[in-house]
């Protein structure tokens, strides 16, 4: 029987015990790769194929979601870092206090806030007493 010619990411989301394959994973993959080269356009344009409810854990979800936060950041999208801030807060405010990553994006929210978000980036900094 000759092999599959198939690459694996093709053939879907495939799940075991302890790792995941297929395309969220691999999108997953391109999105740090494109914002830890300085490219955050082509990370955000990205990150728009990924499915969040096929993320195999709630960690994935977090660290996707917080990427997206960054690639925003990089931009000075500063309106979009904060409403992903707020939704991670909604979805894991022990984690989202405990990331260095979120604490420094919310810190440069406070610090070069315009006044139509400037509160809402400040009770956000309040509630994870970093004011």
Known sequence: MAPSRVRPCERGEQRDARRAFGPTNAFLHAVSAEMLDGNAVEALRVA??????????????????????????????DAAVLIH?????????EDLQRSPLARTLVVSLVERGRPTYRRQATELAERLHLL
């Open 48 to 77: 728009d194929k990924v499915e969040t409810a096929r993320l195999p854990s709630r960690e994935r979800q977090f660290t996707f979601a917080l990427s997206v936060a960054q690639c925003y950041s990089l931009r000075r999208e």
């Open 85 to 93: 801030l707020l939704e991670l807060e909604e979805f894991a405010p």
